[in-house]
Every structure is written in C-alpha cells, then in structure tokens.
C-alpha cells in the first residue's frame, strides 16, 4: 500500500509504502530532506510533526527492534 504524504516544509508529495494501515514512525522527505515523526491509521496521514534527527534516528532504531521482533 502506497500513501501520499505532503511535506509540511516544502509541500512536496512523498509516497511512503506500507505493510500494514497503521504506521507510528520516523519519515524523511525526499526532496528537502526534513524529519518527521508521523503517525498514519488506515492509509490516512493522521498526524505529523518535524523532528530533530536525534530523535528520527531514536526512532529507526525502534522500528529496526519493532521488525526484528515480527519475523
Ligand atoms: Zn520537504
């Protein structure tokens, strides 16, 4: 599943694929390379807000843990 996401910043769209419809997590805008935290329920943007990239990187390491603990 495919789901747009607009850059706040710079208002450049981002598709963003997803296993599942729910997503609580670290983004990257491709274009001007800002840091989100987003939070996305049935393949809807239901939150999102710039990031520090200490914490972007605090939360890849959770979401490495989160798909680690699936398999
Ligand atoms: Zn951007």
């Not at 981002?14 to 939070?39: H, M, N, Q, T």
Request: aromatic share 12%; with cysteine; proline share 4%.
């Amino acid at each position: 599943m495919l789901v747009k996401i607009k850059c706040p910043e710079c208002e450049t769209e981002g598709s963003f694929s997803l296993a599942d419809p729910v997503y609580e997590g670290p983004y990257r805008c491709w274009k001007c390379r800002a840091l989100f935290s987003i939070k996305l329920e049935d393949n809807k943007l239901e939150f999102i807000e710039s990031i520090s990239e200490e914490e972007f990187n605090r939360q890849m390491e959770i979401q490495a843990l989160r798909s680690r603990f699936k398999k």
